[in-house]
């Protein structure tokens, strides 16, 4: 069968396909450690999960509006209060099943051939294919780890012309962990606004922060910014629920009506099951958020102490999320049983085959010579990859 222009041109997601490349051969009994998955090690509350078992006992197993119910409306709008005094009304918000799916609803109701979208990088590896398919065309912005992988100013200024529509932020960032202050959100924003671009916010590991940093969102600078930028969201970071498929969209009513038009074409509601669960966990108790967010931040420190000791290694010491991002550039060039490693692809399948130890290379987040560690996992699984890492790299030559 003749596959469309459109798939070919795709590429797999690269954080999946390494996730399953280590779940596959732990199942032929290899040893690996995986650092490549995305997703909290930690379980999905009790509370929670006895408010999807009520729903399913309590018949809740049937269609609901395609947008997501009013009661699961109004647990988003109460908590975009709660955390960051926004305003929004339901007609303003529409769930979808995950942050990936509300971003695809998004690309795919704004865009098309001649749009320019603004995508920093590193990036998550679905921004630019998610752009490609609308047929618009992704612009990357490069960071670099001297400024903390953070925008220049000028820098955005020379990616806009008069074709650019868009620019997706994504902070704390997946996979470099920065964030911006209040301050330097305003100069980005600003920018963006003057140059009338609409601001795609994901804001998906805004709970996960270290230190003194704080989240502001876009949307919470001004009210110009706020009818410029479409929030994104979800549970699957913050309340450890990446199986359940609970995203979100908060912005302007129009773009949420089309982005809801899309989702009754498409994929109809979001599980009935996974919205009652949302419900609870948005209402629910939210402290141990900041437990969980003080762990990422012990098993951060250890990685990045772990990681500028050995030789060839240096790694920005990130601010959120929980990956990091070392730069792997001491490598290039080297050499393993007359193999040269010469990107961060050869690196990362030395790291596999000779360390038993999956992670994800740098490029596909559009950096080269950087590779990411999730350090979503156990202690005791870092520890061991760290001691597997640098046994493997000391037999480079
Ligand atoms: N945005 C970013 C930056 C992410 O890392 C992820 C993780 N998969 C998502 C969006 C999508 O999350 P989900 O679809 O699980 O809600
Ligand atoms: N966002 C996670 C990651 O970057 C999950 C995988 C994905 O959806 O691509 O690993």
């Known amino acids: 069968m003749k596959l469309a222009n459109r798939v070919q041109n795709l590429k797999p997601s690269a954080t999946l396909a390494i996730t399953a490349k280590a779940k596959a051969l732990k199942a032929e009994g290899i040893d690996v450690i995986g650092f490549g998955a995305g997703e909290p090690d930690f379980d999905t509350p009790d509370n929670v999960k006895d408010e999807a078992i009520n729903a399913i006992n309590e018949g809740f197993t049937k269609y609901t509006v395609v947008g997501g119910t009013d009661e699961l409306k109004d647990a988003i709008i109460a908590t975009l209060k709660r955390d960051h005094n926004l305003s929004y009304e339901r007609s303003e918000i529409l769930v979808s099943c ?10 795919q109701a704004l865009f098309e051939a001649g749009d320019e979208v603004i995508i920093p990088a590193p990036y998550w590896v679905s921004y630019p294919d998610q752009i490609m398919l609308t047929g618009a065309t992704p612009v990357i912005l490069q960071t670099e780890e001297s400024n903390k992988f953070k925008i220049d100013p000028e ?34 924003v600003d920018i963006c606004l003057e140059n009338g671009m609409t601001i795609i916010s994901d804001e998906i590991y805004e709970k996960i922060l270290y230190g003194d940093n704080v989240h502001v969102p ?11 930028t479409i ?4 549970v699957s970071k913050s309340y450890s629920m990446t199986g359940w498929r609970i995203g979100y969209a908060a912005g302007d009513k129009e773009v949420i009506s089309a982005m809801s038009k899309l989702q009754g074409q498409s994929t109809s509601n979001p599980t009935s099951i996974s919205q009652m669960a949302t419900i609870e966990a948005l209402n629910g108790p939210q402290g141990f958020i900041n437990e969980r967010a003080q762990e990422f931040h012990r098993r951060k420190n250890y990685i990045v102490t772990r990681l500028n000791s050995i030789d060839g290694f240096s790694c920005f010491d990130p601010l959120g999320a929980f990956y990091v991002f070392p730069s792997i550039s001491g490598f290039i060039g080297k050499e393993f049983n007359g193999k040269k490693i010469s990107g961060s692809i050869d690196f990362t399948e030395f790291l596999l085959e000779e360390a038993k130890v999956a992670v994800v290379p740098g490029i596909a987040f ?28 000391k037999q480079l030559t």
Not at 231 to 234: C, F, P, Q, R
């Open 231 to 234: 929030l994104v969201n979800g």
């Open 155 to 188: 820098e955005l200024r020379k990616c806009i012309n008069s074709n650019t529509s868009a620019i997706i932020l994504n902070y704390p960032s997946n996979p470099t962990g920065t964030t911006y202050s209040e301050d330097e959100l305003r100069v980005i």
């Open 366 to 393: 559009g950096k080269e010579d950087y590779l990411r560690i999730s350090y979503a996992t156990s202690m005791k699984n870092i520890e061991e990859g760290m001691d597997r890492i640098e046994r493997a790299v």
């Open 98 to 107: 995950g942050a990936k799916h509300t971003i695809y609803n998004i690309t």
């Open 218 to 228: 876009v949307a919470a600078l001004s009210k110009e910014a706020r009818e410029s």
